[in-house]
């Protein structure tokens, strides 16, 4: 495997992480600073031994860490993992939107071919074209 590939195990830990609602609700809830077990809980319908697995998944995963104040337990986010899966889908990214340019310069010529030809709108294009009007 290419050493600038991240790990499929992490990836799709990550990804797995990130595919509840709860869990991405408690990230985007840590994005904005550190708080307890009991803070994250509030919000949800859940209880404290649910909230705690899905901690314990986002742990796993990288995504969070948990420090430890005396009696209190705060979780932050952790951007790595994050980073990580950005990077993934950023290579993606590009190919996809490589793949709509070319598609919007075949589209173009398409055009540029019927305008010189002096192509006639098919009936349906003639249709919108008068409901616009209209």
């Not at 992490?10 to 991405?24: I, K, S």
């Not at 985007?28 to 550190?34: H, K, Q, T, V």
């Not at 993606?92 to 398409?110: A, C, H, I, P, S």
Request: aromatic share 4%; proline share 4%.
């Amino acid at each position: 495997m290419d050493d600038t590939q991240p790990s499929s195990d992490r990836l799709d830990a990550t990804f797995a992480a990130l595919a509840h609602p709860a869990r991405r609700a408690i990230l985007a809830r840590l994005a904005s600073g550190e708080a307890s077990v009991t803070e994250l809980a509030k919000p949800f319908a859940m209880s404290q031994p649910a909230i705690s697995k899905h901690l314990k998944v986002l742990e796993r995963a990288g995504l969070i860490s948990g420090g430890r104040e005396a009696q209190r337990r705060p979780r932050r986010i952790e951007g790595e993992a994050l980073a990580v899966a950005t990077g993934w889908l950023e290579r993606y990214r590009e190919v996809w939107e490589g793949n709509f340019q070319r598609l919007d310069t075949l589209l173009e010529e398409l055009k540029t071919d019927e305008a010189r030809r002096g192509r006639q709108p098919r009936k349906e294009e003639r249709k919108e074209e008068e409901g616009d009007n209209g």
